[in-house]
């Protein structure tokens, strides 16, 4: 069965396009012009992914339905922006989006954006160890996260990079192997951004003090690494 994808996006043109694209790659594709309709559209159809624009018209606008679809399913979800939508973006992020793309894209992009983050959302087979870091621990199988006892609800983006940094406590990873080997995305000029934002995000959950990180620390000109001690 040829997995469903929803298109958020009032822009019929760009709609036409991206939908000709993925329904050649094997998806489904569904689609709504603005927030109210999308989010309609996403409880009748429950599609395996959302293609959300952030500018959309009417009472909700795409930051509104991401908020709303992140509270309740864990959907993933790539936002398409314009260049002059950074404080947007950010905060789309920091709401629980998992990727991103910036308009005028290709529409070989977008589909190969959705079956990366696709990918990325299946469950790997096998169960694999429970990871411990200090008094971290992350359980692959269940995906839960707790830090000193206390669980710790992060996005499924957060979970894979502190799962990524668990697996090599000490090991400083780039911003570019955090995405090819936590996010299984390709670089992309400009995505060290996305990464910084979602180790911020990350920090805000589980550190002390993030504004002093005790767990994951920065390295200076290079990337991030976790720590034990």
């Given amino acids: 069965m040829a997995r469903r994808i929803l298109i958020i996006e009032d822009e019929s043109h760009i709609v036409r396009t991206v939908r000709l694209y993925l329904e050649k790659a094997g998806f489904e594709v569904a689609w709504a012009s603005d927030g109210t309709q999308g989010l309609a559209a996403f409880r009748r159809t429950r599609p395996a992914l959302v293609l959300l624009d952030l500018n959309l018209p009417g009472d909700l606008d795409g930051l509104d339905v991401c908020r709303k679809l992140r509270a309740e399913s864990s959907v993933p979800i790539i936002m398409l ?91 400083v990873f780039s911003r570019a192997q955090l995405l090819e080997h936590a996010l299984r995305t390709p670089f992309y000029e400009g995505y060290e951004r996305t990464v910084d934002q979602h180790i911020k995000n990350l920090r805000q959950k589980i550190e002390p003090n993030p504004r002093s990180p005790h767990y994951i620390l920065t390295v200076r000109g290079v990337g991030y690494k976790i720590t034990d001690a």
């Fill in 81 to 171: 922006t314009a260049r002059s939508e950074e404080t947007d973006k950010l905060i789309g992020l920091e709401l629980g989006a998992d990727d991103y793309i910036t308009k005028p894209f290709s529409p070989r992009e977008v589909t190969a954006r959705v079956r990366t983050v696709l990918r990325r959302a299946a469950q790997p087979q096998g169960a694999p160890e429970m990871l411990e870091v200090a008094d971290i621990r992350l359980n692959p199988e269940s995906r839960v996260v707790t830090v000193g006892g206390r669980e710790v609800p992060l996005t499924r983006t957060e979970f894979d990079l502190l799962a990524a940094l668990m697996q090599s406590p000490g090991r």
